[in-house]
């Protein structure tokens, strides 16, 4: 079993998965933040790769990216943050999660290849459909980074069996038709669908966009394997966060792990 699939098998409850860009605000309080997760309650991580055009992303994670980027954030140093996290933790899994512009931009090859030997255990790639992910698919198969699907409440039964061919790792079920951090996830509307998603796959559903409480988180948890907070951190890192110090995340996670 990969780090993922431990991770998963392990809990006996929904995993809590954070969210942070890399180099927000830069790369020593993105370090701080990102060392810090797992004791604060992250079960999972997924590290944002900065890209200057996030379209998926609303104000919260682009004003993050484009934080990143001004302090010179880019492919090189977010592998190099993952390399350095693996010095000190063997075990929680990290997902690199973006568009596959600076993908393309750094060379397929090399960056599975460079990915896989950080510790990367797999990525999400929101603008590349199934039909177009063969050879990423191919080349992180190789080196052991896991394909993870995107789904939309808007994803029917015949769109769904090309969503999970070559899929492993666990589903991201984007709970709102919308971008990042805007409205909240309607539980109602959510489960129906979601039960019929299971009906097709083993793997974990994780639910992401539009969860930003602990209240939220509990309420979600409900119905999915996992629960992923990205806007609501960042909102953390930008506003409470002096001098690198990742108090205030750590603070957060805490209770979004506890609501669990």
Same mark, same amino acid.
Request: proline fraction near 6%; hydrophobic fraction near 40%.
């Given at each position: 079993?990969?780090?993922?699939?431990?991770? *998963?098998?392990?809990?006996?409850?929904?995993?809590?998965?954070?969210?942070?860009?890399?180099?927000? +605000?830069?790369?020593?309080?993105?370090?701080?933040?990102?060392?810090?997760?797992?004791?604060?309650?992250?079960?999972?991580?997924?590290?944002?790769?900065?890209?200057?055009?996030?379209?998926?992303?609303?104000?919260?994670?682009?004003?993050?990216?484009?934080?990143?980027?001004?302090?010179?954030?880019?492919?090189?140093?977010?592998?190099?943050?993952?390399?350095? *996290?693996?010095?000190?933790?063997?075990?929680?899994?990290?997902?690199?999660?973006?568009?596959?512009?600076?993908? *393309?931009?750094?060379?397929?090859?090399?960056? +599975?290849?460079?990915?896989?030997?950080?510790?990367?255990?797999?990525?999400?790639?929101?603008?590349?459909?199934?039909?177009?992910?063969?050879?990423?698919?191919?080349?992180?198969?190789?080196?052991?980074?896991?394909?993870?699907?995107?789904? +939309?409440?808007?994803?029917?039964?015949?769109?769904?069996?090309?969503?999970?061919?070559?899929?492993?790792? *666990?589903?991201?079920?984007?709970?709102?038709?919308?971008?990042?951090?805007?409205?909240?996830?309607?539980?109602?509307?959510?489960?129906?669908?979601?039960?019929?998603?299971?009906?097709?796959?083993?793997?974990?559903? %994780?639910?992401?966009?539009?969860?930003?409480?602990?209240?939220? %988180?509990?309420?979600?948890?409900?119905?999915?394997?996992?629960?992923?907070?990205?806007?609501?951190?960042?909102?953390?890192?930008?506003?409470?966060?002096?001098?690198?110090?990742?108090?205030?995340?750590?603070?957060?996670?805490?209770?979004?792990?506890?609501?669990?």
């Amino acid at each position: 079993m990969n780090r993922i699939e431990k991770t *998963f098998k392990s809990l006996n409850r929904p995993a809590l998965i954070t969210f942070i860009t890399a180099g927000d +605000t830069d790369y020593e309080t993105s370090m701080n933040v990102l060392k810090s997760l797992p004791d604060a309650g992250a079960d999972i991580i997924e590290l944002g790769m900065p890209f200057t055009d996030p379209v998926a992303d609303g104000p919260v994670i682009q004003l993050a990216s484009q934080r990143a980027l001004k302090n010179g954030a880019n492919m090189h140093k977010t592998l190099q943050m993952v390399t350095e *996290f693996r010095k000190n933790n063997a075990n929680t899994p990290i997902i690199l999660m973006g568009y596959a512009n600076p993908v *393309f931009a750094y060379g397929m090859k090399a960056f +599975t290849k460079d990915a896989g030997l950080a510790g990367v255990d797999g990525l999400i790639i929101v603008d590349m459909p199934p039909e177009e992910s063969k050879e990423l698919q191919n080349l992180s198969q190789t080196h052991g980074l896991s394909i993870i699907r995107l789904i +939309t409440p808007t994803t029917d039964e015949k769109r769904l069996p090309k969503v999970l061919k070559g899929a492993n790792g *666990f589903l991201y079920y984007v709970s709102i038709t919308g971008i990042t951090g805007a409205a909240s996830a309607n539980l109602t509307k959510l489960k129906p669908h979601i039960e019929q998603i299971r009906k097709s796959t083993d793997l974990p559903i %994780v639910i992401g966009f539009g969860i930003k409480t602990p209240e939220d %988180v509990a309420k979600i948890a409900k119905i999915g394997d996992g629960i992923v907070v990205g806007s609501s951190i960042i909102q953390t890192i930008e506003k409470k966060i002096k001098n690198a110090d990742p108090a205030p995340v750590i603070a957060q996670v805490k209770l979004l792990a506890k609501a669990l």
